[in-house]
């Protein structure tokens, strides 16, 4: 019989005993993976959301976030200039403000202006995009679909939009725009309303023509590292915050996300070291009330060698099955709490806490493996320096 | 192949004790033929288990030398011991300590394969086993299924399965009535009318009555010898 087999049998000896231990297991397990999905997760999102949208660099005024910082002038001509550098395939600038629907039913809503291209800052998911409208008697305009529900629109309706662009004038006259599409944006919260323009309307509806940008969104030409067209673009505009996704993910690395990953990192060292005491404990006490058949067997010619490889096993059979159940546990745990955090509100709504990724997986089975082995090195320990004659002689005397 | 399965000269053993050390085994010298049945009898606590324990290789003594087949085996590394009582030795202990878990076939071939015996021999050398004990029909059962007796038989059969020189027995009979114990006695006959040597620890005379050489021991010696 291997020693595989036997520490089967041994181990499911008292099934109940052996089914507690893998509960025990998994739910630790269960929490231990979710805490490893979670030190990524967010970031691993962020850089997805930040892909998705097809452009890999953001240009901005200043190092923070846009929006809150001052807008780029000479948007058209930046925007060619950077657009002729050889690493740069596309670039569209775009610029977020306020703005209110008014009317019956009015809503506010962040109102972008930008430039259709084929690469849009949105994907329309109904009617058309902006730049499919000729001939209207109104400019074009993209809704998402939280304002669509709130105000019944449907593609061809028409809808007065009061911009609050502009410091300039207090009360700024309407526009009236027709609705071409219903569009999703990637960085929408759940419940955020949105609408975007083409940067001349926008301007028309700020009161005047500015040709400034919040921030660039800029595709590196298929093949180019983001980061050397990221210094090209430095070289060209020094003034200017170039940032690839990678270094923006870094950024928010080092700011925003820091927080989850040591939250993470904490919880998942004390869960490490609830799996390696729960193994160690139960393999200690069963290697205790084991003693006698132990030493019988090493009087039978078992070498040191042969126990501690049958308790290795029994170790690792415990923890890969509890660890291999803690998996879908894990999964549908990080799924609830991942909802539980996405109801805060002001994130965008594909971004996610918990992303499952084979480097958490990897991970996961690493130090689980490690807590195993390292939880058996006791209960080996004494098992294999067990005296045998004392021991047998213990057994009938006690 | 050694005239002797075992030699003892000046064998003793003391046991370092907190109230001062404790000799067990006082200066024991003696041998066992391959061909001989030895039961080794005296009061409790006179040194006999401790004698057994030296024998098998699961301790080693303070002083004093043995020779299994010839061969001084005590310094010996560990493995190397354990292999020793795996293929040549075989213990049969009075509380049987069969595995639980494990059927009676299965804890009959448990030490064949450890031995590295393959498994047609293992299947054949089992079935032959537990024919042999006259527990063919209870292959399938586990220790807590079988009464004391048989799980005595198991046992043997299990301590032989390897085919061992020496078969050492300490107190077989110690948990099992009187009319069982005589079952376990007349298999052990058997085994040793099979060309096995045994040395047998027993307080029953009826057992000791069996073996053709007996040793009475007192105080960690030994003080009579008879033959039958
Ligand atoms: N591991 C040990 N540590 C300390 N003392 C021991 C140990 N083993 C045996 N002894 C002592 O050695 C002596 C002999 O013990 P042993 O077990 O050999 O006797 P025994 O003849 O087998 O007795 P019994 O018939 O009760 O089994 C006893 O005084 C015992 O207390
Ligand atoms: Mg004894």
């Known amino acids: 019989m291997n020693s595989f087999y036997f520490a089967w049998r041994s181990l499911f000896r008292q099934p109940v005993r052996a089914a507690l231990a893998i509960a025990g297991v998994a739910a630790i397990g269960a929490l231990l993976f979710d805490m490893l999905l979670l030190s990524q997760g967010m970031l691993i999102s962020f850089r997805d959301l930040l892909d998705d949208v097809g452009f890999d660099i953001r240009i901005m005024a200043t190092a923070s976030t846009p929006i809150s910082g001052p807008r780029m002038a000479d948007a058209a001509a930046t925007a060619a200039a950077v657009e002729a550098l050889p690493e740069i395939d596309a670039v569209v600038p775009m610029r977020i403000g306020q703005a209110r629907i008014v009317g019956p039913d009015s809503v506010n809503l962040t109102l972008i202006g930008s430039v259709t291209s084929s690469r849009d800052a949105w994907t329309v998911v109904e009617g058309v995009d902006l730049d499919a409208i000729v001939g209207s008697d109104h400019p074009p305009l993209v809704i998402n679909r939280n304002v669509a529900e709130e105000l019944a629109l449907v593609p061809g309706a ?241 | 192949m050694s005239a002797t399965v075992i030699e003892t000269t000046g064998l003793t053993k003391t046991f370092p004790m907190p109230a001062g050390p404790v000799t067990a085994l006082r200066d024991v010298s003696f041998s066992v033929a391959p061909d001989e049945y030895v039961a080794v009898t005296g009061p409790s606590g006179c040194g006999k288990s401790t004698l057994l324990h030296l024998l098998g290789s699961v301790d080693t003594a303070t002083s004093g030398t043995l020779l299994f087949d010839g061969r001084d085996i005590s310094a010996l590394p560990d493995a190397e011991r354990s292999r020793i ?31 590295g015996a393959s498994k047609a021999e293992r299947r054949a050398r089992t079935a032959e086993l537990l024919d042999y004990v006259g527990l063919s029909q209870r292959a399938r059962h586990r220790p807590s299924q079988l009464s004391g007796g048989e799980m005595q038989r198991v046992a043997i059969a299990r301590a032989i399965a390897n085919r061992p020189r020496l078969l050492l027995a300490d107190e077989p009979t110690g948990e099992l009535d009187r009319s069982t114990g005589e079952q376990i006695a007349e298999l052990l006959d058997r085994v040793h009318a099979d060309g096995n040597a045994i040395v047998v620890v027993t307080h029953d005379p009826a057992i000791a009555a069996r073996a053709k050489r007996r040793l009475e021991m007192r105080d960690g010696e030994i003080v009579a010898e008879a033959s039958a």
């Not at chain 1, 609050?164 to 219903?182: A, H, K, N, Q």
């Not at chain 1, 939250?263 to 069963?286: G, K, N, P």
């Not at chain 1, 084979?358 to 991970?363: C, G, I, L, W």
Request: charged share 15%.
């Open chain 2, 85 to 115: 009582r795996l293929t040549q030795i075989g213990f049969v202990f009075q509380r049987f300590y069969l595995l639980p878990m494990l059927t009676a076939w299965e804890n009959v071939e448990l030490p064949q394969g450890e031995a």
């Open chain 1, 158 to 398: 028409t809808v007065t939009v009061r911009s609050e662009c502009s410091e300039r004038y207090s009360v700024l006259p309407t526009v009236d725009f027709v609705v071409s599409g219903i569009a999703e944006f990637p960085f929408d919260p759940v419940d955020q309303m949105t609408a975007a323009v083409a940067m001349p309307d926008f301007d028309r509806a700020c009161g005047s023509v500015m040709d400034e940008a919040d921030v660039f969104l800029v595709a590196s030409r298929a093949g180019e590292y983001p980061e050397m067209a990221v210094k090209a673009i430095t070289r060209l505009r020094p003034d200017l915050h170039a940032y690839s996704n990678a270094q923006l993910v870094d950024r928010f690395q080092q700011v925003g996300f820091s927080y989850f990953r040591q939250i993470s990192t904490v919880l998942a060292t004390i869960t490490l070291f609830f799996a390696f005491l729960l193994i160690s404990a139960l393999l200690t006490v069963s290697v205790n009330q084991r003693f006698a058949e132990i030493a019988a067997l090493r009087a039978l010619g078992f070498s040191r060698r042969r126990i501690a490889t049958d308790l290795l096993w029994e170790s690792i059979l415990m923890v890969g099955t509890g660890g291999l159940l803690a998996l879908p546990l894990g999964l549908a745990l990080a799924t609830w709490l991942d909802r539980i955090l996405k109801a805060m509100p002001g994130l965008p709504g594909d971004l996610h806490f918990f992303v499952l990724h084979p480097a958490a997986v990897a991970t996961y089975v690493a130090l689980l493996s490690t807590a195993g082995v390292l939880a058996a090195a006791y209960p080996v320990f004494l098992a294999s320096r067990l005296p045998m004659a004392s021991t047998l002689r213990n057994e009938v005397v006690g």
